[in-house]
């Protein structure tokens, strides 16, 4: 919990880095229009996909910032020698990070969706699965982050790590919110993202406090 | 048994042992081979759908039951390296991941020469050939983490890492995508129905599967061998060699 | 404790409560491999290290709960203002009897409580990384290098307080360049020299 707390605290000291992967969400999302043309009925049947696309890559670039700084100023190496469970504090680690991260992306989602002439029902839909699909993309970004921190150009390996085992989550949060679109059930979609959801919250700690000890080491 | 495998773990007598097998291997991984060509693509009869062109099957089928295959062989190594911090594993885990992303790359091609003449692209965006792809992805990811990472241990443990995690997603992704071509495809071409498969088709198969597998422990057994020199140049045991 | 590795092989320390090991050594001999292998954040590749006669990997929290190690890297949040630096610590640790305002005043940054951590000047981070000793509970201190970019002043003070921990039957690991004065009857060096 203190270190939620302490997490929340850098980033709000830190906003301007905060913001910036919230600001690429917005501008990947409005480069699509641009490059394919604005004709409402193109737009509305891919906004699923653009908009999970772009959450994905947004997700990635500030994955970086999970465990960065603390490996630079050495508090991670206080956090492994901490006397609490690693996971836990990793744990509490990926969930401030959603939360400055991943939530902001609910915030704008609707005004993007709307903009691109997604269906009022869908855009429920579409908040619900970026409920539950940007924390599996913190928590196995996590695990990456964690193998990679100790090296000078992780971030090109960081992102061939991670996008494959994104796979799942961006099939199904995408056609949850088609099937929505076109008014089709999307429950067995949101089931599948819970389930994914609950898998990730307990295994994904373990390995990154694994690779954490590894990187530092 | 369990002195068996800890002096099997012991390098040196790795590299002797590895080193007696190696000739034999050779000689099985000939006559496998040989033999499955020869059943496959002149015994087998041809197909009546697809005619000739189904014979590339023979490559692409146990190349991809391969490169599924030496994804979990690196997987155990890597609970092997975590648990027990065993140094063979971690020589058979890094050898590994060059031979399974070949085998995978050869499945990815053969599955898009198969393509051709069956659906008159290279490409098409089928379950397999796309899943296939991403354990491609996976595999790069294993061997380009394994090149970032400069002590040789650290890397390992990194990978075996890595490798675990892969081993848990596969499925899930596997299935994803199984389920997303169903979703946007409808049913495609339907592959051969596996029971129905006749004999004269399946020996060979099976033969050239066998032939693959001896191949990878020959690989790997190389591969290893010379892993091992590299990490261990300056030991007694490889001075006297 | 012990230990043995390959980068230095056939090393056995044992050191009792109220004791104090100095490791020395040329740049580049394996101090701080050696000093984080105590720690457990690296693994040794043979051998082993133990509290009270327990392997420190089977131990974990219990053994971490024991442990304060300061490395090179201060480990401080340039963010956060002193306090809240301070008070993380604690809270990752096991905190001590002593309030915080009298652990900024011990080691004379008391005037900086509020102030951003990043603000002060490398000395006085590293005031602020060693104030976390005496924030928390631990018996063993495992320091590397822990009077780098000190003045002579602050030197004395940490060493007076490395005294006060060892009568308290603490238990110090450190390495250092700088020739203090500490207990000769609680010390042991341990003189390593380049591996050929």
Not at chain 1, 158 to 171: A, F
Not at chain 3, 106 to 121: D, I, K, M, P, Q
Request: aromatic share 10%; proline share 5%.
């Amino acid at each position: 919990m203190f270190l939620l707390r302490r997490d929340l605290l850098l980033a709000l000291r830190n906003r301007a880095e905060y913001a910036m992967p919230l600001l690429f969400f917005v501008l990947v999302i409005t480069m699509f229009p641009l490059a394919l043309g604005a004709s409402p009925e193109l737009l509305a049947r891919i906004a699923p996909g653009i908009i999970w696309v772009a959450a994905l890559l947004a997700a990635m670039l500030s994955l970086d910032s999970i465990f960065r700084s603390d490996f630079d100023d050495g508090s991670l190496e206080q956090i492994l020698l901490s006397a609490h469970p690693v996971a836990v504090l990793v744990l509490a680690k990926v969930c401030a990070h959603w939360l400055v991260t991943g939530l902001p992306l609910l915030l704008v989602a609707p005004l993007l969706a709307e903009m691109l002439g997604m269906p009022g029902a869908a855009q429920a839909t579409l908040l619900l699965t970026i409920l539950l699909g940007t924390p599996i993309l913190s928590l196995i970004g996590a695990i990456g982050v964690a193998l990679t921190v100790g090296l000078r150009k992780g971030g090109i390996i960081l992102s061939l790590l991670v996008l494959p085992l994104y796979v799942p989550v961006l099939i199904f949060a995408a056609s949850a919110t088609e099937n929505a679109a076109t008014g089709f059930d999307p429950s067995a979609q949101i089931y599948m993202l819970l389930a994914f959801l609950f898998l990730a919250t307990s295994l994904s700690p373990w390995a990154t406090a694994a690779a954490l000890r590894m990187s530092v080491s | 048994m369990f002195l068996w495998f800890h002096k099997l773990g012991s390098p040196p007598h790795f590299y002797r042992i590895a080193g007696k097998w190696l000739p034999w291997l050779n000689w099985a991984f000939m006559i496998l081979l040989l033999a499955g060509l020869y059943g496959g693509l002149i015994l087998a009869p041809p197909d009546y759908q697809q005619g000739e062109s189904y014979r590339i099957i023979f490559i692409h089928v146990p190349a991809a039951w391969m490169s599924l295959f030496i994804y979990v062989v690196m997987a155990v190594c890597g609970a092997v390296i975590i648990v027990w911090r065993m140094k063979l594993a971690e020589v058979v885990l890094i050898s590994s991941a060059p031979i399974g992303a070949s085998f995978t790359f050869l499945a990815l091609i053969t599955g898009s020469l198969w393509g051709k003449p069956m659906w008159g692209t290279y490409w098409v965006w089928d379950a397999r050939l796309t899943s296939e792809l991403i354990l491609l992805f996976l595999y790069l990811g294993v061997i380009g983490l394994h090149n970032a990472i400069e002590d040789r241990r650290t890397a390992a443990r990194a990978v075996a890492i890595l490798a675990l995690v892969g081993v848990v997603n596969i499925p899930i992704i596997h299935y994803s995508v199984e389920w997303w071509h169903s979703l946007h495809q409808g049913p495609t071409v339907t592959k051969f129905d596996k029971p129905s498969i006749h004999w004269s088709m399946l020996l060979p198969l099976l033969l050239m599967a066998l032939a693959f597998q001896v191949y990878y422990v020959l690989a790997l057994f190389h591969r290893c061998r010379a892993e091992l020199l590299r990490r261990e140049r300056n030991s007694k045991w490889v001075e006297e060699l | 404790m012990r230990n043995d590795r390959l980068l230095f092989e056939h090393l056995d320390i044992g050191l009792e409560a109220g004791q104090m090991l100095v490791v020395e050594g040329p740049n580049g001999c394996g101090k701080t491999s050696l000093l984080r292998i105590l720690t457990g954040l690296r693994l040794a590749d043979g051998g082993e290290v133990l509290w009270r006669g327990e392997p420190i990997d089977r131990l974990a929290g219990d053994y971490f709960e024991q442990v304060n190690y300061v490395g090179h890297h201060d480990g401080v949040k340039h963010e956060l203002s002193c306090l809240e630096n301070l008070r993380l610590a604690r809270a990752m640790g096991v905190p001590s009897q002593l309030d915080l305002d009298d652990v900024l005043e011990r080691v004379n940054l008391y005037a900086y409580g509020e102030t951003e951590a990043g603000s002060l000047s490398a000395g006085q981070k590293r005031r602020l990384a060693l104030a976390r000793l005496i924030a928390t509970d631990a018996m063993l201190w495992i320091l590397d290098e822990p009077f780098t970019s000190l003045d002579k002043a602050s030197m004395a003070l940490f060493s007076g307080m490395f005294e006060q921990h060892l009568q308290q039957h603490g238990v110090i690991v450190m390495t250092s360049h700088h020739d203090i004065s500490l207990p000769t009857q609680a010390l042991q060096r341990l003189q390593m020299g380049m591996a050929s």
